[in-house]
């Protein structure tokens, strides 16, 4: 199930990403900046940066599933 998440540690960032619930696991489909304000270059400084996005995604995924008629 493709789901959307707007980060709540990065501002301004929309990622398109797949639960697998069977793995209990993320797959990122995509990032996008949704505003031209945006620095992307001082997201990259953070080393964690996708690690966090991943882990963000995750729990937002199973939550999303857990709750949905899916479940």
């Known amino acids: ?9 990065y501002p301004g960032l929309l990622i398109e990403f797949i639960y697998n619930p069977v793995d209990d696991d993320i797959s ?3 990032i996008t900046a949704k505003s031209d304000t945006i620095e992307l270059l001082d997201f ?8 966090n ?3 963000e995604c995750w729990e937002f995924g199973r ?8 479940a």
Do not use: C, P, Q, T
């Open 1 to 9: 199930m493709k789901s959307y998440h707007s980060s709540k540690k």
């Open 28 to 30: 990122i489909v995509g």
């Open 44 to 51: 990259f400084e953070d080393k964690n940066l996708f690690e």
């Open 53 to 55: 996005i991943r882990l």
């Open 63 to 70: 939550d999303e599933y857990r709750f949905s008629d899916a």
